[in-house]
């Protein structure tokens, strides 16, 4: 399934085409009219590839999935002993919340990148000629990705520059919050039902019903902190419309993240990899087994590449799980064994992860090459070398159930609520929920066993109001810092936008 997505709709996208279109011998495509560009539906297709070729750099540690997991309470990445991971202090400064405009380019770029792309397929498939049934379906599901690409900005900017024409050669203007939500919501209501139901094999990888959907709740959960209204009932019907298009939870939390997740019934939204096709750039690869895991884990998995002993699991989120909770599974921890099952030696002992780290910033006493439980969530491949084939997932039906169960908590129908949280705690292993028991701060914890790493930690920490509180090697930090400053290289090139209050640089 996932070969068929690459080569039918990526294949043109690769860092081999690219290639291939600079040969003196070949087209100079930069050119030829619009309209012999796509001379059928396939081509179409083909061009709107390019989508989600570039939604590969979204889990790039420098991305958007770094700057998500470092800055909640769910991950730290330490300065080691060794002076490894210091990184120009990047990884300190966000988990710290020490937030200024330098830091967070990329999540900026690959935000507004998508949003130009989009527009640029948009204008090319409009302007064509060529007609077919299905033309409007393909132009409904660009429409959808610009529509969470610009979530994604208000999310993490707040008032951002907006564009929906690619043939506008002036400066953006900056539109707050409000404007944008009002927009994001009509495009998504106006092409949902353009979009297939579910995912399948003919449209993996692309936008559904579901995801549309999906990204429709994340909108209105999130109204309160963003246009300052509650939507909590809205938030509700959207998930309902999910829940009656047939996705449905896998018996087996970790199917969820296999080699080959692309058979998974439970999710919604993934970033395509695999590790044949994805090549060329690392920034385009899933490097997860890199960036977390010592190099001593290679002989556990089989792995080839060198890994670099970075990211790691905080104390206090390993600590959540309980002892029978099977997602505590994600994480490494204690004495480490090769594929053998004999113990793993460093400095001539036993080599254990510790859940426990020594520091996140002391080069006097930086914290220890094994200290930190480290990301198993998602398989690792026997031999593997360059990306994952695991497909990166952005959206799972679990966070539909929980919510639409937070939203009748929130609205103190917490009974009706019961069995969404409790389908999820089932798989779990660990005892279901009480009514009583389904107050926010346990549905916030419970959110954080089961959606660690998935790039949804910051935006539930906002929701729920504990972002600006201290936690593993953080200090209280102050409101504005719910936001990420626009970096300062935009302000430049765009005089009109405004940064954000609170940030002077």
């Given at each position: 399934m996932k070969k068929i997505v690459i080569s039918a709709l990526l294949a043109v996208c690769t860092g081999n085409c690219f290639q291939s279109c600079t040969n003196l011998d070949e087209d100079v495509y930069s050119y030829i009219q619009t309209?012999?560009?796509?001379?059928?539906?396939?081509?179409m297709v083909m061009n709107i590839g390019r989508i989600y070729d570039y939604m590969k750099q979204y889990t790039h540690y420098f991305n958007m999935w770094g700057a998500l997991t470092i800055s909640a309470d769910e991950a730290i990445c330490p300065f080691r002993e060794g002076?490894?991971?210091w990184d120009n202090g990047v990884w300190i400064d966000l988990h710290s919340h020490n937030f200024h405009s330098h830091v967070n380019n990329n999540a900026w770029d690959f935000i507004f990148g998508g949003v130009a792309l989009c527009n640029q397929i948009l204008y090319m498939i409009e302007e064509s000629p060529v007609d077919f049934a299905s033309k409007p379906n393909l132009i409904a599901e660009?429409?959808?990705?610009?529509?969470?690409?610009?979530?994604?900005?208000?999310?993490l900017?707040?008032?951002i520059p907006f564009t929906d024409n690619f043939k506008d050669e002036g400066l953006p203007p900056q539109k707050d919050r409000q404007?944008?939500?009002?927009?994001?919501?009509?495009?998504?209501?106006?092409?949902?039902?353009?979009?297939p139901a579910i995912p399948a094999t003919s449209n993996y990888g692309r936008p559904t019903q579901a995801m549309a959907y999906t990204v429709l709740a994340k909108l209105y959960i999130n109204a309160e902190e963003w246009i300052g209204k509650e939507m909590w009932q809205e938030t509700v019907d959207v998930c309902a419309k999910v829940r009656k298009l047939g996705m449905t939870l896998e018996s087996d939390y970790f199917a969820n993240f296999k080699v080959n997740n692309e058979n998974s019934k439970e999710n919604i939204m993934v970033v395509v990899y695999d590790n044949v096709q994805t090549s060329g750039d690392w920034t385009y690869n899933f490097k997860l087994?890199?960036?977390t895991l010592y190099t001593l884990s290679q002989q556990t998995f089989g792995i080839v590449d060198f890994c670099w002993d970075g990211f790691c699991v905080t104390e206090s989120l390993y600590n959540s799980y309980d002892e029978n909770d099977v997602r505590r599974k994600s994480w490494l921890a204690g004495p480490q064994y090769d594929k053998s099952g004999n113990p793993l030696m460093y400095r001539g002992e036993p080599f254990s992860y510790n859940v426990s780290v020594t520091s996140l910033y002391d080069p006097q006493n930086p914290a220890k090459t094994e200290d930190g439980a480290r990301c198993a969530k998602y398989e690792y491949e026997d031999g593997l070398q360059g990306s994952m084939s695991n497909d990166f997932v952005i959206y799972r039906y679990a966070d539909v159930l929980m919510m639409e169960g937070e939203a009748l908590v929130r609205m103190g129908k917490a009974t009706e609520a019961l069995p969404l949280f409790n389908e999820v705690r089932r798989r779990a292993g660990v005892a279901e929920y009480t009514a009583s028991q389904l107050t926010l701060d346990e549905i916030l914890a419970e959110r954080g066993r089961e959606f660690a790493w998935e790039g949804l930690r910051r935006q539930d920490q906002i929701r729920f109001g504990t972002w600006g509180k201290a936690w593993d090697f953080k200090?209280?930090?102050?409101?504005?810092?719910?936001?990420?400053?626009?970096?300062?290289?935009?302000?430049?090139?765009?005089?009109?936008?405004?940064?954000?209050?609170?940030?002077?640089?």
């Open positions: 309209d012999d560009f796509f001379k059928n539906e396939q081509e002076n490894l991971w660009v429409k959808v990705m610009r529509a969470w690409f610009y979530m994604n900005g208000i999310d900017f707040g008032n404007f944008l939500f009002s927009w994001i919501e009509k495009e998504l209501k106006e092409n949902v039902e353009a979009l087994h890199q960036e200090e209280p930090s102050e409101d504005y810092k719910k936001l990420f400053p626009i970096p300062y290289w935009a302000l430049l090139s765009n005089p009109t936008l405004q940064q954000e209050p609170g940030y002077t640089n």
